[in-house]
């Protein structure tokens, strides 16, 4: 993702397309996948999402990440920062 610091308005974007996407009790491939979808259409655009073959590609990078201990635990952390952060709006 955007590094904040640099593009603030990517990084709330990214917030905000993470925020409509996850919520509780989904498996950890699934918010993996979702936070993966919100990364790639924060960085290339909604018309990159609707590519051909880009479902398949969230399920190759979201399998790469779940099967690493530490890029799982890393997109769990961020799932749950703002799954809290739904619940405080709430």
Not at 11 to 29: C, D, M, T, V
Request: no cysteine.
């Amino acid at each position: 993702m955007t590094d904040s610091n640099k593009n603030p308005a990517a990084n709330e974007r990214f917030g905000e397309l993470l925020e409509g996407l996850i919520q509780p009790g989904l498996p950890a491939k699934e918010l993996v996948m979702r936070i993966v979808r919100a990364t790639l259409e924060t960085e290339f655009g909604r018309g990159f999402t609707l590519s051909k073959g880009f479902d398949k590609m969230i399920g190759t990078i979201a399998d790469a990440i779940v099967t690493n201990p530490d890029l799982r635990r890393e997109s769990l952390v961020i799932a749950s920062k703002y799954m809290t952060k739904n619940r405080k709006q709430q």
